[in-house]
């Protein structure tokens, strides 16, 4: 009999907050945090590769009894989707993947890092992207919607041509240690939320896809990251975060 060949692993860390190894170590990276999620999960998960649902698609998760909201309208989730590529697929893909896992009606925000954010990225190169964001909108399993990293020329050409404008608009302290000034002025005049971040330009480094593989017995260089997406979910009333996890997807070709 042929073992099933894996083409699609999809991980989900579950809420890394009661990880509590994961919480005593402060000051972590977003890669660092990523990364011992991810060793986490895997240690207490029981299954094989041979696991995978008709030989294709292998799920991944903690076992913890992952419970929806009791009253989602006290409560804000958003998802930041970091990319391997511009195809609209991965952008549907992760959507729908984070609401079945979270059990949700729809996601408050989605904040899309692509995977090009240099200063030569064009907007031509953002719309497949974009329109997938634009369709989860639409289709209503999308409130809002946002981009993170990219120019401010890009930025301000973007939400001049989307039909659904992003409400937020996220910049990188590592590459800049202010907001540029022409794009504050333009979110003030457009009502965009500008937002800071620290994570890193590729949060995805060889040891996280190498410790997925090597505890599934696969072979250096089967599997590449898809996307990421890392999700939180706080309670409106005090700000308080009730969930954060990882949940990412990879292709095999065996």
């Not at 809002?144 to 302290?173: C, H, N």
Request: net charge negative; charged share 25%.
């Amino acid at each position: 009999m042929t073992t099933p060949k894996v083409r699609k692993i999809v991980l989900t860390t579950n809420n890394i907050l009661e990880m509590e190894e994961l919480i005593r170590k402060a000051g972590q990276t977003t890669t660092e945090e990523l990364r011992g999620s991810i060793k986490t999960t895997l240690n207490n998960w029981d299954g094989c590769k041979d696991d995978a649902e008709n030989g294709e698609v292998l799920r991944i998760q903690r076992s913890i009894n992952n419970q929806p909201s009791e009253d989602g309208s006290w409560t804000k989730t958003t998802v930041k989707l970091f990319l391997s590529n511009n195809e609209s697929s991965q952008v549907e893909d992760a959507i729908k993947t984070v609401i079945t896992g979270l059990q949700l009606p729809r996601i408050d925000t989605v904040i899309v890092t692509p995977p090009d954010v240099s200063d030569d990225a064009t907007l031509q190169y953002l719309e497949p992207v974009w329109r997938a964001l634009e369709e989860a909108v639409a289709n209503g399993t999308v409130v809002d919607i946002g981009l993170a990293d990219v120019s401010a020329r890009l930025f301000m050409e973007l939400y001049e041509w989307a039909e659904v404008k992003p409400s937020t608009v996220q910049v990188s302290l590592s590459s800049c240690c202010m907001v540029p000034p022409e794009l504050n002025s333009f979110a003030q005049q457009h009502d965009v939320q500008v937002l800071t971040h620290s994570d890193p330009a590729e949060i995805v480094d060889e040891d996280i896809v190498s410790t997925i593989t090597s505890r599934l017995g696969l072979q250096g260089g089967q599997c590449q990251i898809e996307w990421i997406a890392r999700h939180r979910t706080i309670q409106q009333c005090f700000g308080l975060v009730r969930d954060k996890a990882y949940t990412l997807a990879l292709s095999c070709n065996g």
